[in-house]
C-alpha cells in the first residue's frame, strides 16, 4: 500500500512537467518481465521502470515483442528502453547498457525425475534444449564442447516451451534462468540439478548511441536504492523472489559428422509364368523338362519368393516357390490351407495392406506394388516389396494373383541411414563439401552457405578452391598428396568468404572409394576458427595486459625489464612505481564502479603524459613506468609531473568532484637493482617511503631501504642453525567430514621453537625459507617426518587417517621431487595412499606444461594430491581441470566472514560448484564458528578443519584425539 500511494504521488508530481515517452519492450520471460494474466505488464524490470519514471517524469509505453524482434527493434531505435539483457560482444555491438546491474541471475539444469544428472559430464548424449537466439546458449555450448561433451541442441522461443519439451519427454534437460525455474519447475514435474552454469548480469539496453539521459537516470536510481537495503529495491526483489538473488560462478572441442556411403541394391525380379507344354515327341518334351528345371533353379537361388493366391479372405496360397524355406516355412504349410498368406503379413500392417488391394482391384488394376513387413517363422519381422500380377476372366473378374516377393530389408534401413545421414548433414554447424575426383563440388549443406555466403547453385561444378584466399599460396599440391596415400587430411586452412572476408577453418578432408561401377568422392568438414581465434587473442592478450584498462601487467613489465637490463644499448634505467593517494577512501565511499572508473581515468592521464614509454598496471592502485637513460635530475622533474597530473581534480560518474595524487617511488640500474624482480622491490620500498613521510612525493631508492634485507639476512643464517639444531616441530590439524563429524585426515603444521625466542610464527619465516630456498631442506625434513610420525602411529593401533603435507614452490620445481618423495615413502614404509601434498595455485601456474608432468608423476606414485588456498590465484577452470589433483581447499580468508560477507558466500559456493563439477572433493580450512560449518553444509562442502573443532596439536595430543 505505501509503494502504491508512493508511487501515485509521484505519478501526480510527473504530470505537471512535460512527460517524456519512453517505449519498453515487453516479452515473454516471468518474472523479469511478462505480461500478467490480467494483460498488464508485470515483472521486476517493470516494476523498477515503473517507479524510474514516476520520478523521471517519463510516460511509459509497453511494445509486445519477440525476444529476438525486441532486441532488433531497440537496435533500430523502435524500442527505448529492453529490459533484462545481458552484456555480450554482440549485444554492445549494437546496444548501449547502464553501468549498474539491475539483477543478478544465473542459468541451471532441469531434469527431467527418471534422469540422474549431477555434474555437466552427465550431459553427455543427453537431448539439452536452450532458449534460441540467447547470449548464454553460445556460452553454454562453448563450455560443453570445451570438456569433450557430445550431445543434441534443442532450440526454443521461450521458457514455457522449454520445460513443456522436457515435460513431455521429448528432451532430456532444459537449460534456462534460475530465476524462472525456480517458480515453474514444479508445475511442470521437473527437477532442480546442481548444475549451474553462465552467471548473468541483466541491465536495460538502448539502441546505440541513443537515448543515454535514460541509461544515466536508471543507473542514478539503482546506485541509491541499492546502496540503502531498506530501500524499495529490495521490497521488489524480496517480493518477487523471496530473497535477495546470489550470484554463481562456476570458468573448444568440436563434434564429427559420420557421412555414410550410398548402398547401391539390385533386385532382379525374375517371374516365370509357367505354361503347360504338350509335345508330340520325346525330344521336344526333354528339352521343356531341362527349361523347367533351369527356371526352378534359377527360383530357388533367387532373391524372390513366387506366390500364387485366390483372391479369397486371407488369400489361400495355390502356388508358392520352394525358396519360402528361407523364411522359415515349407510349402507343405501354405499348399495344404494350413497356413495362407495373410498369416504371415505383420498384424500391424495387415489392414493396411488389406486395404491397398481392395482399392487396387476395385480400379481394375492389372499390376501393383507394395511395400509391408512379414514374419519370419520365429517371429522375427523383415520387409517386403511385393510385385502382383493381377489375372481377370473374361468378365473382368479377378481369377488369381501371382506375386513376387523380395526382401527388402537391407534396402530400407540403408535408406533410413541415408535420409538420418541427410537429417545431420543439413542440420550440422561444420560445413561440408563433397567434391567428385576431379575436386569439382556435387553437394554442399545449409552450413556451407551460412559460413561462406555461397548458395549451393552458386557452388555446384566449381573447383573446391574456389573459397583460396590466396591462390598463390595454395596447399593443394601437399594436401592432394596425403589424401592419395592416406585417404585423408586435416589441418588448418585460410579462405575467403563471398564478401570476401578472410578467416581462418579447420578443415578434415576424407576420400570415400566408391563401389564397382561408382565413382570415388571426396568429403571436407571444415570448422570456422574466426571465433575461436579472436578468443584466443582475447585470451593472449590478457595473459599480458590488465583487463581493467588494457596497459601490461606485472607479467609483461617484468618481461620489458628483463629485455632492457640484457639489452647492450642501455647504460641505465630508471623504474618509477606509482601508488595513488587517498585511492581507498574513494573506492569505499562511492564503491567500486567508481574506483574503476577512476583507475581507467587515470590510465588515460599517464598514457598522454609518458606517450612513448613503457607504462604498466601492477593491480590496485599502482602503476610503473620504465625510462630510459634518464639522470637523476630529469627522473625527478618526470616523477613531480606525474605527481601533478594525478591530482587534478577528477569528476566521477555521478557528477562528483574529487581529488587524489600520487606517491612515487624510483630505483635505478644498474646503480642498485641488477634483476627485475630486485629493482621492482626496490621501488616499492622506496614508494613505501613516500607514502609514509607525507603521500604526495617522490623518493629514490638508497641503502638506507635496506634494512629489511639485512633482516633477511639474519633470519636465513638463524632458519639454518635451527634445521641443524633441529628446532622444528610439527603440528596436526585435523579434518573433519562435514556430515558425520569424523576425522578423516590431518594437516602436519611446521612450528619453529626457537632457543632463544620461543615459538617463532610461520608467518615470520616461511617466507624467508621461500626465498632463499632453505624450504626445500625444510620441506624435506616436514614430509620425512610426517611419513615417520604416521607409520609409528599405524604400528602402535591408532586409526590414522590421510596425512597432508604442503609442498612449496620451490619444491615442486625442484628437478628431484618425485625421487625424493618416492624415496621417503620406501624408507619410512609409510602407506602412499595415506599422504596427501597440498600446493598452492600459483606455483602451479608457473612453468604449467612442467607442473602437469610432475603432478601426474606423484600420482603415478600413488598419493593423493590437493590445491591449497584455492581462490586466491587464477582460480582458471580452463587449467585446473588439466591437473590429476583430487581436492580443493577453500582458502580462509573466504571462510572467514562467510557468516557476514555476501561476496565471500558466493565465491565459497563457487569453488564448490566448481570443485563438484569436477569431482573434486572441497575442504574448508579456518572455520571457526557454527556459523560458517552451517553455510559449508548447506552448500555440500565435504570437510572442513579449523579451530571450531580443534586447533592444531602437537603429536602426543593429536594421538590422545585419534585414540578416543
Known amino acids: 500500500m505505501l509503494r502504491l500511494m508512493l508511487l501515485s504521488s509521484l505519478l501526480l508530481l510527473a504530470a ?10 515487453l516479452y515473454e520471460n516471468d518474472p523479469q518481465v511478462f505480461r500478467d494474466a490480467e494483460g498488464h505488464a508485470s515483472g521486476i524490470f517493470v516494476e523498477l521502470i515503473e517507479l524510474i519514471a514516476a520520478e523521471e517524469g517519463w ?3 509497453f511494445q509486445e515483442c519477440a525476444w529476438a524482434d525486441c532486441l532488433e527493434q531497440t537496435a533500430r531505435g523502435e524500442i527505448d528502453l529492453m529490459p533484462d539483457v545481458a552484456i555480450s560482444d554482440r549485444h554492445e555491438a549494437r546496444l548501449d547498457f547502464h553501468t549498474v546491474p539491475a539483477l543478478r541471475s544465473w542459468w541451471q539444469v532441469y531434469r527431467r525425475p527418471d534422469l540422474e544428472v549431477n555434474s555437466i559430464f552427465d550431459l553427455a548424449g543427453r537431448r539439452i534444449v536452450f532458449l534460441e537466439g540467447s547470449t548464454q546458449r553460445e556460452r553454454i555450448a562453448a563450455l560443453l564442447d570445451e570438456f569433450g561433451i557430445d550431445y543434441e541442441p534443442v532450440l526454443v522461443e521461450n521458457f514455457h516451451a522449454a520445460f513443456e519439451t522436457v515435460s513431455a519427454g521429448r528432451t532430456d534437460v532444459a537449460v534456462v534462468n534460475h530465476l524462472f525455474g525456480s517458480r515453474y519447475h514444479t508445475d511442470f514435474g521437473l527437477e532442480r540439478t546442481p548444475v549451474v552454469m553462465e552467471p548473468s548480469r541483466l541491465f536495460f539496453a538502448t539502441g546505440e548511441g541513443r537515448n543515454p539521459e535514460l541509461l544515466d537516470a536508471i543507473d542514478r536510481h539503482l546506485t541509491q536504492w541499492q546502496d540503502d537495503h531498506d530501500s524499495v529495491y529490495f521490497d521488489i526483489i524480496e517480493r518477487w523472489l523471496g530473497e535477495r538473488p546470489r550470484e554463481f560462478v562456476p570458468g573448444w572441442v568440436g563434434w564429427l559428422v559420420s557421412i555414410g556411403g550410398l548402398l547401391m541394391l539390385a533386385a532382379l525380379v525374375v517371374a516365370f509364368r509357367l505354361r503347360r507344354v504338350s509335345a508330340s515327341h520325346g525330344r521336344h518334351l526333354t528339352e521343356t523338362r531341362r527349361a523347367l528345371e533351369t527356371a526352378y533353379e534359377v527360383i530357388e537361388a533367387s532373391p524372390v519368393v513366387l506366390f500364387r493366391w485366390q483372391p479369397a479372405p486371407g488369400w489361400p496360397v495355390d502356388f508358392v516357390s520352394g525358396n519360402v524355406a528361407r523364411w522359415g516355412y515349407t510349402p507343405e504349410e501354405f499348399l495344404s490351407g494350413e497356413r495362407r498368406f495373410a498369416d504371415i503379413i505383420h498384424p500391424d500392417d495387415l489392414e493396411r495392406v488389406k486395404i491397398e488391394v481392395e482399392e487396387r482391384l476395385g480400379a481394375g488394376a492389372m499390376a501393383y506394388r507394395q511395400e509391408y513387413r512379414i514374419l519370419h517363422a520365429d517371429g522375427s519381422p523383415r520387409w517386403v516389396g511385393d510385385l502382383t500380377r493381377v489375372f481377370r476372366d473374361d468378365n473382368g473378374n479377378v481369377d488369381r494373383l501371382e506375386g513376387v516377393v523380395t526382401d527388402i530389408t537391407e534396402q530400407r534401413e540403408g535408406d533410413r541411414r541415408q535420409r538420418e545421414a541427410a537429417t545431420v548433414l543439413e542440420n550440422t554447424i561444420e560445413g561440408v563439401i563433397i567434391t567428385d575426383v576431379s575436386e569439382r563440388i556435387v553437394m ?4 556451407f552457405q551460412a559460413l561462406t555466403g555461397y548458395t549451393e547453385d552458386e557452388v555446384l561444378g566449381r573447383p573446391v578452391t574456389l573459397l583460396d584466399a590466396d591462390p598463390a599460396a595454395s596447399p593443394w599440391r601437399a594436401i592432394r598428396e596425403e589424401v592419395a596415400v592416406c585417404g585423408h587430411w586435416q589441418g588448418e586452412l585460410t579462405s575467403r568468404r563471398k564478401n570476401g572476408e578472410i578467416f581462418p577453418e579447420l578443415r578434415a578432408i576424407s576420400r570415400i572409394v566408391g563401389r564397382t561401377g561408382e565413382g570415388d568422392h571426396v568429403v571436407h568438414l571444415f570448422t570456422d576458427m574466426s571465433r575461436l581465434r579472436a578468443s584466443e587473442a582475447r585470451l593472449d592478450f590478457l595473459a599480458r595486459h590488465d583487463a581493467l584498462t588494457d596497459l601490461p601487467n606485472r607479467a609483461s613489465l617484468l618481461s620489458h625489464l628483463r629485455e632492457r637490463v640484457a639489452s647492450a644499448d642501455v647504460d641505465a634505467l630508471a623504474l618509477l612505481l606509482i601508488d595513488l593517494d587517498h585511492f581507498r577512501g574513494v573506492n569505499d565511499s562511492y564503491g567500486h564502479h567508481m574506483g574503476d572508473t577512476l583507475l581507467r581515468q587515470a590510465a ?21 613506468v620504465l625510462a630510459e637513460n634518464v639522470n637523476r635530475t630529469e627522473l625527478a622533474s ?17 557528477g562528483t568532484e574529487v581529488r587524489l595524487g600520487a606517491s612515487v617511488g624510483i630505483t635505478c640500474y644498474p646503480e642498485f637493482g641488477s634483476s627485475p624482480e630486485a629493482l621492482l622491490q626496490q621501488a616499492g620500498a622506496a614508494v613505501y617511503r613516500a607514502k609514509a613521510e607525507g603521500r604526495g612525493s617522490v623518493r629514490f631508492f638508497d641503502d638506507s631501504l635496506t634494512a629489511s634485507a639485512r633482516q633477511r639476512v639474519e633470519m636465513e643464517t638463524r632458519l639454518r642453525r635451527a634445521i641443524e639444531a633441529g628446532e622444528f616441530e610439527l603440528y596436526y590439524q585435523p579434518q573433519v567430514d562435514v556430515a558425520s563429524g569424523q576425522i578423516i585426515g590431518a594437516e602436519a603444521l611446521v612450528r619453529w621453537r626457537d632457543g632463544d625466542r620461543g ?44 596425512l597432508a603435507v604442503n609442498l612449496s614452490a620451490r619444491q615442486l620445481h ?45 600420482r603415478g606414485l600413488g598419493l593423493h594430491l590437493a590445491i591449497d588456498d584455492f581462490g586466491t590465484g587464477y582460480s582458471s577452470l580452463a587449467y ?74 602437537p603429536p602426543a595430543a593429536f594421538a590422545r584425539l585419534l585414540s578416543e
Open 16 to 25: 505537471t512537467v512535460q512527460a517524456r515517452e519512453v517505449t519498453v519492450g
Open 59 to 61: 510516460r511509459l509505453s
Open 444 to 447: 554442399v549443406n545449409r552450413a
Open 604 to 624: 588515460e592521464r599517464l598514457e598522454s603524459l609518458l606517450e612513448g614509454r613503457c607504462l604498466a598496471r601492477l593491480g590496485g592502485d599502482e602503476f610503473a
Open 638 to 654: 618526470l616523477a613531480e609531473m606525474i605527481i601533478a597530473a594525478l591530482s587534478r581534480p577528477w569528476r566521477l560518474d555521478n
Open 759 to 802: 615459538l617463532v610464527p610461520p608467518d615470520a619465516f616461511i617466507r624467508v625459507a621461500e626465498q632463499t630456498g632453505i624450504i626445500v631442506a625444510l620441506g624435506e625434513w616436514v614430509l620425512r617426518e610426517t611419513c615417520r610420525q604416521g607409520r609409528e602411529w599405524r604400528d602402535a593401533g591408532l586409526p590414522v587417517p590421510r
Open 814 to 858: 625442484d628437478e628431484s621431487l618425485v625421487e625424493r618423495v618416492r624415496t621417503v615413502l620406501e624408507e619410512t614404509g609409510y602407506p602412499p595412499d595415506q599422504l596427501e601434498l597440498e600446493l598452492t595455485e600459483s606455483s602451479l601456474m608457473h612453468q604449467h606444461e612442467r607442473s602437469v608432468r610432475v603432478l601426474r608423476a606423484l
Open 880 to 953: 585446473l581441470r588439466q591437473f590429476p589433483i583430487d581436492v580443493l581447499k577453500i582458502d580462509k580468508r573466504f571462510v572467514d566472514d562467510l557468516a557476514e560477507n555476501n561476496d565471500d558466500r558466493e565465491i565459497a559456493a563457487a569453488i564448490l560448484a566448481m570443485g563438484h563439477a569436477l569431482r573434486l572433493s572441497v575442504i574448508a580450512e579456518g572455520v571457526e564458528t557454527e556459523a560458517q560449518l552451517a553455510f559449508l553444509s548447506a552448500n555440500d562442502c565435504d570437510s572442513y578443519q579449523g579451530y571450531l573443532f580443534s586447533p592444531p596439536l
